[in-house]
């Protein structure tokens, strides 16, 4: 059981590159998110799926896209890279509480992205 | 939307000292309040929550206080040690089936020895 896998760890872009930051999901979770970290921002929400099929923007989905064509995988697609995406990236996924709000969410290990 | 405002930014204590961390959030209909923890260039873990339900809850050495009222709720830490070093996140759930949550902006506690 891996948990939340991310790929790559780490990349270097230049600017106006495109690339796809990997995520996947073994514990069946119909939840997943993406977040990004910068420092002294905490965690922003900038997209997340409540199922294969639906996603739905957060706080932050200006130059980002999603797609959740299976219950185990949520890519995040940056088409235009800008040095404001330098960032660490999270994906987390977690599983329906209902209508309690309770919601437990399990990280992956994070992916640095540069933008120069 | 949704929004949760997390202070102090920094808070430096000595072991054995109790630390307290609040955060505020906007949306009343918001239901549960986790707290996370961070590790240097590690992933962030949860580490204790409360639903609106409940106004306190305790771990050993955790607790979380909750004034739905205010719309604040606060971590306490008491007896620190020095793993306790770490950014903690606060956070807010709106009731409905999303399950996103909304993070406060961290707070870096360190514990010095």
Redesign the interface.
Known sequence: NAGVTQTPKFRILKIGQSMTLQCAQDMNHN?M?W?RQDP??????IY?S?GAGIT?K??VPNGYNVSRSTTEDFPLRLELAAPSQTSVY?CAS?T??????????T????SRLTVL | GENVEQHPSTLSVQEGDSAVIKCTYSDSASNYFPWYKQELGKRPQLIIDIRSNVGEKKDQRIAVTLNKTAKHFSLHITETQPEDSAVYFCAASIRSNTGKLIFGQGTTLQVKP
């Open positions: 939840y998110y977040y002294g921002m905490g965690l922003k929400l997340y409540v739905d957060g706080e999270f977690s329906s509480q209902g209508n309690s709000g309770a919601n437990v969410l990280f992956g290990a994070g």
